[in-house]
């Protein structure tokens, strides 16, 4: 998978800015339903202006944690704290937050318009105010023709950017999104990830998004919490995140990932080598970790990180002193276009994962089914993982 | 072929079966005879006397202003009822009282009209309302009944609404209150309406509990034409009944033609909406 974060870095990200205010603090919240944990113990701290994704599986916790950012629900224990005030018994309509449902939650007896509109008659605002601030908002989400329609005469990708509207027309600092792509196809959720995108940096709204689609969560926000059973297994940049996961569960629930098992033999300042017998070979990672030697380690390699060659490849090209080579037989390929992907059973009866582009037009690959063929990759391809 | 002989027989069967009762009653309200099997010739004259029958006409005028009044006391209680067992949430003993409130339903009408009776009487003695039985007692005895129906389909309305509707409507500033009457209301008003017709129906079909709670001077209809029954029917009623047939058959088919209406509407708005992309 190509990751290219679309944000243009600037100076100094706001998290790592100690004099920065975060703008939601989250603190060692817990909810529980029952005997059910839903969430454990979360801090979080999330900057003005930010795009968060709260990303994670079903059950992990991430639409419970918004509610309560919304008010729908009152953590069991800990604090939220949105711009500096605690938000404790401040119930959903008093909160200067707004959210867009999943369902969208259009008003179904009502058209375009009015839904869009009554946020703004809630807190008395003129008419003539409602109708320009509505017809901005309808513009800016290009759909300035349907005012007048009611929610059933709209397609999913019109009655999606009416929720956008509707949420957005209050002006709120914060507004939470809960899969606001789940419902639309795959075409038009591609193009409507940029929108939001470009509306949220116009706007300057902080933008919370639960999503359970990691390309979704990487493609757009500028900040990723992957959570699992109500805990927070690693929160950074999509990079961050892709490049350097902490854990196999992150590892693995990103993107795809070859695990390999082994045991630490040398941990020295500038790499580390670890002997796996799954693999079928030294791995040898041009970083530190900090456990004893002889400890058991996963080491995570990308699929895409992998390079398959028949012939054995030189040592130049893997710059490991003839480490991290192993070899096995093709066993699948499957052609993607842009890609083709390679399941390679090794000697040892693991199966690695390759992907290689198809940089060059073949109707007739060089490498084909049950070939004997060589995996090798860089030492910064490998991650460590611990836990 | 003979496959659908077969069928179209067990058709006729069915609706012959449904409805030669109804066909004979109207067939004998223009019989010209003073006896309601033997047939005399055609005429309109018991419709003309059905007309200048102060009784009748009193007993169904009271009948359908009880209709009303309990109809509508039982959808504002039903609709709370309903409202509360949708959305209270889970609480210890909750399947009990969801259960509680149907028990109406199955509830003998005899049991529930002697209950009524004797709390009527008891209330009577010991506060001094109501002061006999009569119109009041037959009200409130019919909202007790039928508001089971109205709360039963009011609640099945709400469970399937998608609550992140009130939600939405909270999250945007309205307070709980507002929710309910802008946001709500307007959507189980279909709802409530069907809760108050099947109401209003059931109020003007009972013969049994308002035996048990009505008083002098206060007879409904159902109980003039079983009474009636006793003394020789007079042709008098099946005009009446023609006439109530007519105006429900024309309820039912205006109904259904402003439903059917809608969901034309409704499927051309759709494909608008998917052609409009």
Redesign the interface.
């Known amino acids: 998978m190509a990751v290219q974060p679309i944000r243009k870095p600037t100076r100094l990200e706001p998290w790592q800015d100690p004099g920065q205010k975060p703008y939601v603090r989250i603190e060692k919240v817990t909810k529980t339903f029952g005997d059910f944990v839903a969430v454990d113990e979360v801090s979080l701290s999330i900057y003005r202006g930010e795009f968060f994704a709260l990303l994670g599986g079903s059950g992990s916790g991430k639409i419970t944690l918004l509610r309560m950012l919304?008010?729908?629900e009152t953590p069991t224990e800990g604090k939220i704290f949105i711009d500096g005030v605690d938000m404790a018994g401040i119930?959903?309509?008093?909160r200067p937050?707004?959210?867009m449902?999943?369902?969208y939650?259009l008003?179904?007896?009502m058209s375009v318009e009015q839904n869009v509109a009554?946020?703004l008659k809630?807190?008395g605002v003129a008419k003539a105010e409602i109708k320009e601030r509505v017809g901005a908002m309808l513009d800016l989400v290009q759909l300035g023709q349907f005012g007048k329609r009611?929610p059933?005469?709209?397609?999913g990708?019109?009655r999606q950017r009416v929720a956008l509207a509707?949420?957005l027309v209050?002006r709120p600092k914060l507004l939470l999104l809960d899969e606001p792509l789940g419902a639309l196809d795959k075409r038009l959720r591609e193009r409507t990830q940029f929108e939001l995108v470009n509306i949220q940096e116009k706007l300057g709204v902080t933008f919370i998004v639960v999503t359970h689609d990691q390309e979704e969560a990487m493609t757009m926000s500028s900040r990723i919490a992957v959570m699992n059973h109500g805990v927070i297994a690693q929160t950074g940049t999509p990079t961050e995140i892709y490049e350097y996961p902490q854990s196999r569960f992150v590892a693995e629930f990103i993107g795809s990932v070859n695990m390999f098992e082994g045991r630490v033999v040398e941990d020295q300042a500038d790499h580390v080598l670890i002997r796996s017998e799954d693999a079928g070979c030294d791995l040898y990672i041009n970083h530190a970790v900090a456990v004893p030697a002889g400890a058991t380690v996963g080491v995570a390699v990308r699929p895409e990180k992998i390079a398959l060659s028949k012939e054995p490849p030189a040592n130049a090209a893997t710059n490991a002193d003839g480490r991290n080579v192993t070899s096995g037989i093709v066993r699948e390929i499957a052609y993607l276009g842009d890609v083709s992907i390679y399941l390679v059973e090794l000697r040892t009866g693991k199966t690695v994962r390759v992907t290689a582009p198809n940089v060059v037009r073949r109707t007739e690959m060089p490498i084909t089914w049950d070939d004997e063929v060589h995996l090798s990759w860089r030492p910064f391809a490998g991650v460590v993982l611990t836990q | 072929m003979k496959q659908m002989g077969k069928l179209a027989w067990a058709l006729w069967f069915g609706y012959a079966f449904l409805y030669v009762p109804i066909a004979l009653l109207i067939f004998y309200s223009f019989n010209e005879s003073r006896l309601v099997t033997v047939w005399g010739g055609f005429s309109t004259k018991w419709y003309a006397e059905l007309l200048q029958n102060d009784q009748l006409l009193g007993a169904a005028w009271l009948s359908l202003k009880v209709a009303a009044m309990s109809a509508t006391a039982s959808v504002v209680l039903g609709t709370v009822a309903g409202l509360a067992l949708a959305r209270f949430g889970r609480f210890r003993g909750r399947t009990l009282f969801g259960g509680m409130i149907t028990a109406p339903l199955v509830m003998p009408e005899v049991i529930t009209g002697l209950s009524l009776l004797l709390l009527f009487v008891a209330l009577e003695q010991a506060i001094g309302w109501p002061d006999g039985r009569g119109m009041t007692t037959i009200t409130i005895a019919h909202t007790t009944f039928t508001m089971a129906y109205v709360a039963v389909i009011i609640q099945s309305r709400l469970v399937s609404l998608?609550e992140?509707?009130e939600?939405?409507?909270?999250?945007?500033?309205?307070?709980p209150a507002?929710v309910f009457f802008v946001?709500t209301l307007?959507?189980i008003a279909p709802a409530i309406v069907s809760g108050w017709l099947l109401a209003f129906t059931l109020s003007l079909d009972d013969v049994v509990v308002a035996s048990f709670v009505s008083g002098p001077g206060s007879t409904t209809l159902p109980m003039v034409i079983f009474s009636s029954v006793k003394f020789g029917i007079s042709p008098q009623i099946n005009a009446l009944a023609t006439l109530m047939v007519v105006v429900v058959a024309t309820g039912i088919f205006i109904a259904s033609l402003v439903m059917a209406r809608q969901d034309r509407q409704?499927k051309r708005?759709?494909q608008?909406?998917?052609q409009?992309?």
């Open positions: 919304a008010g729908f119930p959903p309509y008093e937050v707004n959210m449902f999943q369902s939650a008003f179904p007896h009554f946020g809630q807190d009611k059933h005469q709209l397609s990708g019109q509707r949420s209050k | 998608d992140s509707l939600e939405a409507a909270m999250d945007l500033g309205a307070r507002k946001i307007p959507i409704r708005d759709e608008m909406a998917v409009g992309g």
